[in-house]
């Protein structure tokens, strides 16, 4: 089971970097001064760069917040190429997951993200539809394909969904909303393990539940 988190970035291409570094500008801007007040002028202006660059790798204000989103999703390696993992049993792949998906949620600019997200809301629902859909929900859509994809589990979709959406409750347990919060101090790596670890013993149980609802 690897539990350390890679972040590739030597050797990228330059258009790859100025790429990362348009992402991480607009990343502080919009926590700095939310979706609605961060403009693609402004993005431009703080990576150093033209507007018209910022264009050449974003199509609109949207794409980039997209970007924003999958970035750190990508981060934490929770992605296609991380999560199916054909030699690895199912529960040790949903460890591998938790793992990841539990120091996501604890990362301080995830924490600001949600809080920024919840804010603005009111204001425009695309935002939140955005953060949604480019985080929650394709995580929710990974673990849905692995289970119906997996040796192991073989779910048809309706119950791989639910089986999905069980394995992210389960994995926010007692810690998110204190986390939220900030009343509480951060889980420790070995916190992590042992709740990843819960979770995906439950989990496991829940699909061997679902397997027994299959026709035979």
Known sequence: MT????????????????????????SKLVLMHGYVNTSMDAIAKESGVSKQTVYSHFNNKD????????????????????????????EEVLINIGIRFIKLLTDENVIAMYKVVIGES????????????????????????????????KLNHEQARETSHDFFNLLKSDYHMPSMLHLQERLTNEDINTLAKSVAKKTMLIVNMHKQELPR
């Open 3 to 26: 539990d350390e988190i890679k972040v590739k970035s030597a050797g990228r291409p330059k258009s790859l970097e100025k790429r990362a570094q348009i992402l991480d500008c607009a």
């Open 63 to 90: 794409a980039l917040y997209n970007a924003i989103i999958e970035s750190k999703c990508e981060m934490y390696q929770i992605n296609e190429q991380s999560i199916f993992n054909d030699t690895l049993p199912l």
């Open 122 to 153: 009111k204001q425009d629902s695309n935002v939140a539809k955005l953060f949604y859909d480019a985080g929650p929900l394709h995580s929710i859509e990974l673990v849905t394909n692995l289970m119906v994809q997996h040796e192991q589990s």
